[in-house]
């Protein structure tokens, strides 16, 4: 008995003994992962601040390609460097698989705009929601500018998203820039009493009444291009995804899932 009870007591020891040893490799894997890119990052923004003063690095992290790190140019292009930083390339980066091409670099914009969502805030949005008895299923988000002919069109499409499950949040996007007369239309519509019928009014061409108040357009057109909106309308999914254009109801609930 003393002897199988010593035997189990052992092999404890050992069991707890390799898990310590395992985590305190992982550790230092990651301490020592962590040096690495601090200091890669440190002497890549010196020789890039040489060559281009606005070239501010907001993130460095691990490729997807062995021997490279992506380094996220704040608002501006993601890079991908050789760790040595004598070397980097701007485009598309995409692996093969056993049967399909994976689009790395999209994987990637999708997750930072996925961060900048969660910091979103849907009271400064406007938002058609489905009614009763339909329950919400998705939500899109919609970068969008009253004066767009394909934002109309799929304003007119917005009953029949609703009524699929789909929830339609929108996001000013006045596309000849701040302080034009789109961005004065569709801040009338912010500033509105009653947003949703102004929005609409706006997007079916009826004049409305052109009025100011404090407003998220301006921050709300800046967090665009950050996300890499360039044209309206332009559809976020809640993966991060971004859709640029107008994309029939249907069509947008099958990729949806719905």
Known sequence: MVSSLFKSFSQTIKLASAVLLISTVAHTAVADNAQEVSAFKKSFSAKLLKVNPQFHIATV???????????????GPLLYATKNG??????????LTANQMVNLTDQTAAKQRQALMAELNPAEMIIFKPTA???????????????????????????ELNARGIEVRYMAFPRAGLGSQSYKKIASAW????????????????????????????????????????????????DGTLIPGYRPAADLAKQLGI
């Open 133 to 159: 008895p339909v329950k919400t299923k998705r939500v899109i988000t919609v970068f969008t500018d009253v004066d767009c002919y394909y934002c109309q069109k799929l304003h007119k499409e917005v009953p």
């Open 191 to 238: 500033c509105s009493k009653t947003p949703q019928e102004t929005m609409t009014k706006l997007k079916n061409k009826e004049a409305v009444e052109i009025i100011s108040c404090d407003n998220p357009v301006a921050k709300q057109y800046k967090l665009g291009k950050k996300m890499g909106v360039s044209g309206t309308p332009a559809i976020l999914l809640e």
């Open 61 to 75: 992290e691990e490729a997807g390609m062995p021997g490279f790190y992506q380094v996220q140019i704040d608002n």
């Open 86 to 95: 004598d070397y980097f390339f701007t485009g598309t980066l995409y692996q």
